[in-house]
């Protein structure tokens, strides 16, 4: 049986934080439909309410497709699909490739065709096991832990500068003029980008993610424009190889190895977005909630370097900045009772996940000391797990750590999120500090 959603009244009568509410919404959880852009930024953030509803009493939740979503002429039909709001059941299905496959239909929820379905399935997403297998092969070296920690010094400085550019105003936009801006960096230094083309990939990725548009005339040219800059890289490492991701993509053919200049294109965009948007939108929500949470706030503070790290993934935990993931069926499946057919669609909801009480205790509270915050969902779990997770983790850790020293007092003002139902993201966030003498 499904219930209504508790309102915030109840929630704040137990004492939890008021994001929990499903504010002023008085659906019932059977009427909320996923395919709605405007129901997360409605809101302030993903319906934690219909989510525990439908995790309780209807583990595999049936959402229908939605007739004024998208628009059209933007972004691209979707079909109806199953949702997955357990920890077990996104951790299990996650690891079967087998029977839940990122690429019949590719790993994102939209029902791409035709040449966009062919990028999709061309990227490191959504290739097939056998070639998956192969291009993580080829993929992982440069993101291992000796490699990174040779990158960590300069991580480290590009965080200060980044502060130092900001810690004498008192004031500034946060997501724009800080968070993104290391992400940008990291991924241009990792891939080879040149330093006058970082500006035009920062903007190209900040477009990218705006997946609303996708579908929409400007799609084509963006993706058109990160694919010849990824493919004048390519030509450049050929010519000149050095250690770079980028050139050992490039030159992989010595190894027995090769990603095809289609799947070099599109690792080339996924990681423009993959890495950037997340990245920097975890640094927003870190802000958000030690403001939500002065308590918590005062922890970490009192003890960065060591308290720091589990605050992060605590802060993945409790606001994770993708929001779902899809698979496709590829063979009758039974699932709660249910019989999938092959091309039937599972949507893997990570903050649903993410509050599971079998596997967090307490789930809704916000608690940087909690033990097992690091087993959240956030980075996916399984063959197509974040291969940029150690690095986020690392950025992270450098911005924040410098952030928090040199800005302690950060206050947000009014936060914009992301129109999106793919991402829980912050597009604008106004801060004021005690301006640095
Ligand atoms: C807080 C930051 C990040 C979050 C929350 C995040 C989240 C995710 C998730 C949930 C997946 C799983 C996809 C699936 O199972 O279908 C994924 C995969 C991936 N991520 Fe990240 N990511 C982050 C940062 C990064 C960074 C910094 C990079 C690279 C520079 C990156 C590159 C990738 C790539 C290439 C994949 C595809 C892996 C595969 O399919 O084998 N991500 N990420």
Redesign the pocket.
């Given at each position: 049986m499904v219930t209504k959603a508790p309102g915030p009244e109840a929630a704040e009568r137990a004492g939890r934080a008021p994001e929990l509410h499903f504010r002023g919404r008085t659906d019932m959880p059977e009427d909320v439909n996923l395919l709605d852009p405007d129901l997360f930024p409605r809101g302030s953030g993903p319906p934690r309410e219909v989510f525990n509803a439908w995790r309780e009493d209807d583990p595999l939740h049936w959402n229908p497709p939605n007739p004024d979503y998208p628009p059209p002429g933007v972004a691209v039909p979707t079909r109806g699909f199953y949702v997955l709001t357990r920890y077990k059941d996104v951790a299990d299905v996650?690891r079967n490739q087998r029977v839940f496959s990122?690429h019949p239909g590719g790993?994102i929820i939209w029902d791409w065709e035709g040449e966009p379905l062919r990028r999709q399935q061309a990227g490191?997403?959504g290739m097939p096991i056998e070639q998956?297998r192969a291009a993580?092969r080829l993929?992982v070296p440069p993101f291992t832990r000796s490699e990174l920690m040779a990158f960590q010094p300069e991580i480290d400085a590009v965080a200060r500068e980044i502060v130092d550019e900001v810690a004498g105003l008192g004031e500034c936009e946060f997501v724009f003029d800080v968070a993104s801006k290391l992400?940008v960096y990291?991924?241009c230094r990792?891939t080879g980008v040149p330093a006058e083309e970082r500006d035009t990939v920062a903007r190209l990725g900040n477009l990218n993610a705006d997946v609303e548009s996708w579908g929409g005339p400007e799609e084509g040219s963006l993706t058109a424009e990160l694919f010849r800059i990824a493919g004048e890289i390519a030509a450049e490492k050929r010519r000149r190889p050095d250690k770079s991701l980028m050139s050992r993509l490039a030159n992989s053919e010595a190894d027995g190895d090769r990603l095809d200049p289609m799947a070099l294109n599109m690792?080339f965009v996924?990681?423009s977005i993959?890495?950037h948007e997340?990245?920097r939108s975890?640094a927003a929500h870190f802000v958000r909630l030690m403001n939500e949470h002065p308590d918590q706030y005062d922890l970490v503070r009192s003890d960065p370097d060591r308290r720091l790290p589990n605050a992060i993934e605590e802060v993945?935990r409790y606001a994770?900045?993708?929001v779902n993931?899809r698979r496709t069926v590829t063979e009758k499946v039974e699932l709660h009772g249910t019989t999938l057919d092959v091309g039937d669609k599972i949507y893997l909801s990570?903050p649903a996940a993410n509050r599971d009480p079998e596997m967090f205790p307490d789930p809704d509270r916000f608690d940087v000391t909690r033990e097992n915050a690091a087993r959240h969902l956030?980075?996916?779990i399984?063959?197509?797990?974040?291969?940029?997770?150690r690095?986020?983790r690392m950025?992270?850790f450098s911005l924040l750590r410098e952030m928090i020293a040199r800005m302690p007092d950060i206050r947000h003002g009014e936060i914009e999120r992301m129109r999106s139902i793919w991402f829980d993201s912050v597009i604008r966030m106004p801060v004021t500090f005690t301006p640095e003498k």
């Open positions: 996650s990122s790993p490191l997403m998956h993580r993929v992400p990291t991924f990792l690792f996924t990681m993959a890495g997340t990245t975890t993945l994770p900045p993708v993931f990570y956030a980075f996916g399984g063959p197509h797990s974040c291969i940029g997770a690095l986020a950025q992270l």
